[in-house]
């Protein structure tokens, strides 16, 4: 019996202080995710894939259409890479709803984008988007990006 309250009393001091512990709102890390979207898009203009792979959890993953998933922060910084790296490319996205779970550690962001580059003639592609992101400390980070076109096929 002094063996189970000996354990107890430290488990439940352990669960009240944790309960008192500052946890930021939904709303601060709603804002902290549309700052780093502003970012993201810096990092776009730049068209430096390395940099915009930063923005995404070492497992993070882009779900472009019409190529494989790109899971990893390595193949991640490729995809990009091909698609900045296409003729007279330009990109701007807004997100439009941001979700934080409950618990503050996952979000997800819906959004619209457009998209211009140019092959034979030029392309200006407007559709779709959803993140989902993850925080890993102070740090939010794209675990899954997804996105396709409004257009039909």
Do not use: C
């Not at 730049?46 to 930063?54: N, R, Y």
């Not at 779709?128 to 939010?140: L, Q, T």
């Amino acid at each position: 019996m002094i063996r189970a309250i000996a354990f107890l009393v430290p488990l439940t001091v352990g669960v009240v202080m944790a309960a008192d512990m500052p946890v930021a709102s939904s709303d601060d890390n709603r804002q902290q995710i549309m700052k780093i979207d502003e970012t993201w898009l810096k990092a776009v203009a730049t068209k430096d894939p390395k940099a915009i792979a930063e923005f995404y959890a070492e497992d993070g993953a882009v779900l472009a259409p019409g190529m494989p998933i790109a899971k990893g922060r390595s193949a991640v910084e490729a995809a990009w890479k091909g698609l900045v790296g296409m003729k007279d490319f330009s990109l701007i996205f807004s997100p439009s709803l941001v979700e934080v779970a409950q618990s503050g550690d996952i979000a997800y962001e819906i959004g619209t984008y457009e998209l211009g580059f140019t092959t034979d003639k030029p392309v200006h592609d407007k559709g779709k988007y959803v993140v989902v992101w993850k925080k890993a400390g102070d740090n939010w980070r794209v675990m899954a990006d997804i996105f396709n076109s409004d257009s039909a096929m």
